[in-house]
């Protein structure tokens, strides 16, 4: 879809033996606008190999207003792992708005979130006691 909006919604207890262990969007020729938002929600012990929660390959999510807790990757990304091939695209991005993560990890990289090419837009987000060999706090 190229559109999606979760409002509201408790995420807890998921794992995935893939990438993104609750989504995983995918623009992978970059050819289609989209554009999806999750907002005021909260995501605990939720689990991948790369992106512990969302794994976004040449999309754009928004995330705003939520919880992220104890939730993990073996590998990249304990809570997100962000790919976009074309770093001036507006057909991929990530924006990170209000949003509290606490005691996330990945094994790897960013304890918090992986991206390659484009920096994620940061915006007042609190990061608390996360963890990973390398990038642990963010």
């Known amino acids: 879809c190229n559109y999606l909006l979760i409002n509201r919604t408790i995420i807890k207890n998921l794992k995935s033996k893939g990438n993104g262990g609750f989504i995983l969007f995918s623009n992978s020729q970059l050819f289609q606008e989209s554009n999806h938002t ?4 909260q995501f605990y012990d939720v689990h ?3 992106g512990g ?4 390959d040449n ?3 928004t995330l705003k207003n939520n919880t992220f807790l104890n939730n993990g990757a073996l590998l990249n ?3 997100i792992f962000f790919l976009c091939n074309d770093y001036k695209s ?4 990530l924006n990170l708005l209000y949003n509290h993560f606490e005691m996330n ?3 790897n990289h960013g304890g918090v979130i992986q991206w390659k090419f484009k920096k994620p837009n940061l915006r007042e987000n609190a990061f ?3 963890k990973a060999r390398n990038y642990g706090k963010i």
Do not use: H, P, T
């Open 38 to 41: 999750i907002q005021n929600s």
């Open 48 to 50: 991948a190999n790369n």
């Open 53 to 56: 929660v969302f794994y976004i």
């Open 59 to 61: 999309d754009v999510l």
């Open 77 to 79: 990304g304990g809570v």
């Open 90 to 93: 507006e057909l991929c991005g």
């Open 105 to 107: 990890y990945a094994g």
């Open 128 to 130: 608390v006691k996360n």
